[in-house]
T-cell receptor
Framework: GQSLEQPSEVTAVEGAIVQINCTYQ??????LSWYQQHDGGAPTFLSYNGLDGLEETGRFSSFLSRSDSYGYLLLQELQMKDSASYFC?????????????FGQGTTLQVKP | DAGVTQSPTHLIKTRGQHVTLRCSPISGHKSVSWYQQVLGQGPQFIFQ???????GRGNFPDRFSARQFPNYSSELNVNALLLGDSALYLCASSSSVNYGYTFGSGTRLTVV
């Protein structure tokens, strides 16, 4: 089976840097994705790691280490609007579908 | 361009009733996936359709069914509603089977 674990909550101050970790147990997957969701709205794609290493997209960076079964999302220069839930997700390599398996989500609260 | 459109946005049903949720994908997208998101958890995969054929099914009872129409819109049907079916139902569309999914804002279903 597959499961992904994330911290349930993280709090940081405006302007700071925060890292949201994702550890996983899966038999095989194509890559690790990150999504942002505000107040139960539409999850929005943030970043994708198909290979080990760091991917940078503006203030957001994501990292994957398959050997450590670990990834993280790094948010820099935090803004109040970054307060949201963040989900890591994988697409299993078994079966030719677009099925995504999501973690439970991390609620980020940014304080002034 | 319009994003993924879901209707209705909110719905209240009684236990034992039937519900139909609708999704219009982004123009040109041929793949539609459905997810259930219970409060405080990550989305869980229900179905994927591509070119009107079922490509994947999650671990949900037979009370859940779906279909995709020639214009690539989709319906999710749930029979014999249970209190535990209360959730946000998300639709995601893509031009591909495997990646590039865009989520809609969901339908909030409450079963009383």
């Amino acid at each position: 089976g597959q499961s992904l674990e994330q911290p349930s909550e993280v709090t940081a101050v405006e302007g700071a840097i925060v890292q949201i970790n994702c550890t996983y147990q899966t038999s095989g997957f194509y890559g690790l994705s990150w999504y942002q969701q505000h107040d139960g709205g539409a999850p929005t794609f943030l970043s994708y790691n198909g290979l080990d290493g760091l991917e940078e997209t503006g203030r957001f960076s994501s990292f994957l280490s398959r050997s450590d079964s670990y990834g993280y999302l790094l948010l820099q220069e935090l803004q109040m609007k970054d307060s949201a839930s963040y989900f890591c997700a994988v697409r299993p390599s078994s079966g030719n579908t677009g099925k995504l398996i999501f973690g439970q989500g991390t609620t980020l609260q940014v304080k002034p | 361009d319009a994003g993924v459109t879901q209707s209705p946005t909110h719905l209240i049903k009684t236990r034992g009733q039937h519900v139909t949720l609708r999704c219009s994908p982004i123009s040109g997208h041929k793949s539609v996936s459905w997810y259930q998101q219970v409060l405080g958890q990550g989305p869980q995969f229900i179905f994927q359709y591509y070119e009107k054929e079922e490509r994947g099914r999650g671990n949900f009872p037979d009370r859940f069914s779906a279909r995709q129409f020639p214009n690539y819109s989709s319906e999710l049907n749930v029979n014999a509603l249970l209190l535990g079916d209360s959730a946000l139902y998300l639709c995601a569309s893509s031009s591909s089977v495997n990646y590039g999914y865009t989520f809609g804002s969901g339908t909030r279903l409450t079963v009383v």
